[in-house]
C-alpha cells in the first residue's frame, strides 16, 4: 500500500509508492483506485499526459482549468527532477495564495495529487526530465487558466535563479493571482 503525506495544504498529498526491486530491476503500482479510496480519495482519471523538458530550468506553471473543465492531477517524473509548487486559489479559503513545494524525482519514486482549486507549477532540476500526470477531466482551452510564477502575492520561493529560467510565451504572459479569475470559491 503507498503512504500518503498531507502537504498542508487541505487534499494536497505527497504519495510514496511502494517499489520491488531485484537484479532484473524493479516493479512499481504507481496508481490504484482501491488504495487510493480506502484514505478517502476518490477519483475518476480521464487523461494521461506526459512532458520532457530538454534542459535544466524549464519552468512551466502556475497552470489551472476552471470549472466545468477544473482537473484533479497526480503527477509524478519517471526521468530527473523537478521542483514542484501547489497553490491554493479557492477564493476565501483559509490558505488562499498560500503554497506548498516538494521535490520529485524518478529517484525517490513520489508523486503528488494536486486537488481541483489550485494552481500548479513546476521547475525541473536536471536536464531531460519527463514528468507525467493523471487528470480527471479533459483540457478546455477556453478554461485553461495560468498565474504568474513570480506573483509577489504568492512569493513561491523557487530553489534557481528566475533570470535564467526558461519559460513559454504563455506562462511570460500570465497575470497576477489578484487579475485572475479562478472560478473557485471555498466551500468550508
Known sequence: MPEFRQ???????????????DERGFFSETYSAKAFAEVGIDLAFVQDNHSLSA???VLRGLHFQTPPFAQD??????RGSVFDVIVDI???????????????????????????????GFV????DTEFLYKVTNYYSKDCDRSIRFDDPAISVEWPVDLAKVILSDKDRAAGLLADTKTGFIYKG
Do not use: M, Y
Open 124 to 127: 525541473t532540476l536536471e536536464p
Open 7 to 21: 502537504l498542508g495544504l487541505d487534499g494536497v498529498f505527497e504519495i510514496l509508492p511502494d517499489r520491488f526491486g
Open 55 to 57: 534542459q535544466k530550468g
Open 90 to 120: 479557492r477564493r476565501g479559503s483559509p490558505t488562499f495564495a498560500k503554497w506548498v513545494g516538494v521535490e520529485i524525482s524518478a529517484e525517490k519514486w513520489n508523486q503528488v495529487l494536486v486537488p481541483k482549486g489550485f494552481a500548479h
Open 73 to 78: 492531477k497526480l503527477v509524478r517524473v519517471t
